[in-house]
């Protein structure tokens, strides 16, 4: 799915309204009633709601929610912050549409706020793609009482007060919902884990704005869906055999970090690779034979560390950096390595700190090499950021500079290509920020270039099914209880 700006989502409102053709209220009516029907599975109509309104569009649809809520006897307020006296023109014919409602105030002043049962569900349509600059005065008062409540607030399109695509300064006024009911397309602000207070759980309902136009419209921000995840994965031939499947060779461990290796092995294994060699330090020999046994084991000369690799003419992809540690020798070898290999690499963990230490190790990298950095060591790699908006821009400028693919984790793990598209990932729950999670996910990465997946292809897939792997974990265990282990027993595909 792709992810468009707030000038570029008016457009297409203004496209849909020229040529599918609908009038611009009833494409409101539309998105009111897309709004409702989520709106009503979430909450029964014994629940009361309040709605609070400002004076654009987004209340003009707070206005037709109110009206379509009390025709399914939902014991609805309608609470108006009056806070201009201007209204857009679909406001003023909504608000004529519900003139026989009742329970209807304008209010001028925030000491005018309802009392409200804590059964009372909030409907927030105070702003929303329009805004501006940040809310003051009566809006900003409505706001500050809306978040000191203890009920259920549901935003309309967007909390009022977030921008949609850019940083909000550390003191405005936003509201913080549960649930955030967005229309037709994610917003970039929900992806980013800075504004998680101000978006709650999001959901997006289809409101019929014109596809065909959403596919001419440019952007390098994405959505890997289910949909989207599932294109990419490559159907396996009746006449494969293993050698189909490429051969891949992870570089990991060390003494006391032999679990890193593991764990990375094993989820390169379920990730559908022909043949996996692990190489190891010697302390590393019976660990992995006895826990891998479907991998096959090269041994470096050092006890502890690597500090040598195999010939590398028998593999198809090289994954290198759990647990390695960042001893001289290791350090030695990913040069070397650096220098010789010939086929997809991926680098993570300990061989990302190595990068940021030798930095003219950053010019070797091969094109295309995948980097798995979690923030702090993106910022080892790339440098301070001011909030995450400036750390995606950073983020693009480095992949572009170094022609490298940057799979930057956390919520929503971003997969930043060289050309700067950026395709933010669905999957994955907090319970998967505890240790071997990362290594996982090199290893399924590992498998997928061994493969031949494209490098792009592999990073955004190997990010969405590590992510989807980790959410049946939860299911299962519960997100507190998950261990990296159980991330790589429920890898599915
Ligand atoms: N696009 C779609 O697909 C569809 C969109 N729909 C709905 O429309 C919503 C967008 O509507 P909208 O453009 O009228 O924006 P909204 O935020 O309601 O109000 C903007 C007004 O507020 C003003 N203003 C701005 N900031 C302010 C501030 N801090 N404090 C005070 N005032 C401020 C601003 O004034 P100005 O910037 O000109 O000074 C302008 O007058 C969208 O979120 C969705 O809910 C659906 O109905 C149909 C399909
Ligand atoms: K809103």
Redesign the pocket.
Known sequence: MKILTSAQ??S??QFTIQNEPISSLD??ER?SNAFVGWFCNQFVNTRPVCVFC?K??????GLAIARLLSQLSYDVQVVVAD??P?A?D?FTQNLDRLKTHLNLAFISSADQFPTLSSQVVCID?L??????????GL?AGIIHKINALPNKVVS???ASGLYMDKANGENDPIIEPDHTVT??LPKLAFLLPQNVRFTGEWHVVD?G?SGKYIQELPTPYWFTDKKAAEKLIQPRGKFSHKGTFGHALLLAGSFGKMGAAVLSGRACLRSGVGLLTMHAPVCGYDIIQISSPEAMVSIDKNDRHISQFPDLEPYSAVGIGPGVGQEPVTIALLEELLDQVKVPLIIDADALNILSSNRSLLDKLPPNTILTPHPKEFQRLAGESGDEYERLELARDFAGKYQVIICLKGANTAVILPNGEVHFNSTGNPGMATGGTGDVLTGIITSLLAQKYKPAEAAILGVYQHGLAGDRAAEQKGQIALIASDVVENLGW
């Not at 654009?56 to 649809?61: E, L, V, Y």
């Open positions: 989502i008016r297409l409102d494409l409101m998105a400002g654009g569009n987004n209340g003009g649809d806070y201009t201007n857009s679909d349509t702003l929303g793609s329009g805004l501006s600059r940040p809310a003051e809006l309309v399109d967007i229309f037709q409101i704005l």
